[in-house]
Every structure is written in structure tokens, then in C-alpha cells.
């Protein structure tokens, strides 16, 4: 049974960074994609980041430069390191892995930029 438990998020001042981190703890699955995506309050949720098995990696608009996606594969995690925080980026962040049949999800985190 795929269990996805996301650790990292937290309250942050805006220019400060946080480094959230997704483990598959429970399965020996190989994901064809990882990621993170977001929701803040009264908004749909939206892609964040991905990488793929392969290392190719894909950003939304607004945090390139700024967020950065790795994997650890020995390690069964992916982390996704954001920098430069911003106030918009609050939300709470949900991490994804998905197989050719089956989509997963954790139970997100809260992230919070605010001075």
C-alpha cells in the first residue's frame, strides 16, 4: 500500500526558504512522475513542480528560478526546495507521485510566507 507522508512545511518569513520533503514509505512502487502541487484558501489546486523517473523536471510560472525539485531514489523521497518565498505562495502543499495506473497523494502541509 502506497502511503506519500510530506514533512516540511511551516510558517516562513517572505525572502526566507523552506525545503519540503515526500516519502513513499510503505511501497516498493516505482513513480513515472513526483510532484508537488498547492492550494491556497478559496483557490483551485494547481501544479506546483514535477520530475520524472528519467530527471526531467517541470515548473509552473511563478516559482521558476525561485523552486527547485529533486529526488533521492535509494531514499523513496522527492523535495522540493523553495526559495525567495513570497506571501502568495501560501498555501498547502500536497505531494503527488503517479504510476501508468494510479495517482497518490499525501496529506499536505501547510506553508505560510508572512512577516
Known amino acids: 500500500q502506497v502511503q506519500l507522508v510530506e514533512s516540511g512545511g511551516g510558517l516562513v518569513q517572505p525572502g526566507g526558504s523552506l525545503r519540503l520533503s515526500c516519502a513513499n514509505s510503505?511501497?516498493?512502487?516505482?513513480?513515472?512522475?513526483m510532484g508537488w502541487y498547492r492550494q491556497a484558501p478559496g483557490k483551485q489546486r494547481e501544479l506546483v513542480a514535477t520530475?520524472?523517473?528519467?530527471?526531467?523536471?517541470n515548473f509552473v510560472d511563478s516559482v521558476k528560478g525561485r523552486f527547485t525539485i529533486s529526488r533521492d531514489s535509494a531514499k523513496k523521497t522527492w523535495y522540493l526546495q523553495m526559495n525567495d518565498l513570497k506571501p502568495e505562495d501560501t498555501a498547502v502543499y500536497y505531494c503527488?507521485?503517479?504510476?501508468?495506473?494510479?495517482?497518490?497523494w499525501g496529506q499536505g502541509t501547510q506553508v505560510t510566507v508572512s512577516s
Open positions: 503527488n507521485a503517479q504510476t501508468t495506473i494510479f495517482t497518490y
Open positions: 510503505r511501497s516498493s512502487i516505482a513513480f513515472l512522475i
Open positions: 520530475i520524472t523517473n528519467s530527471g526531467n523536471t
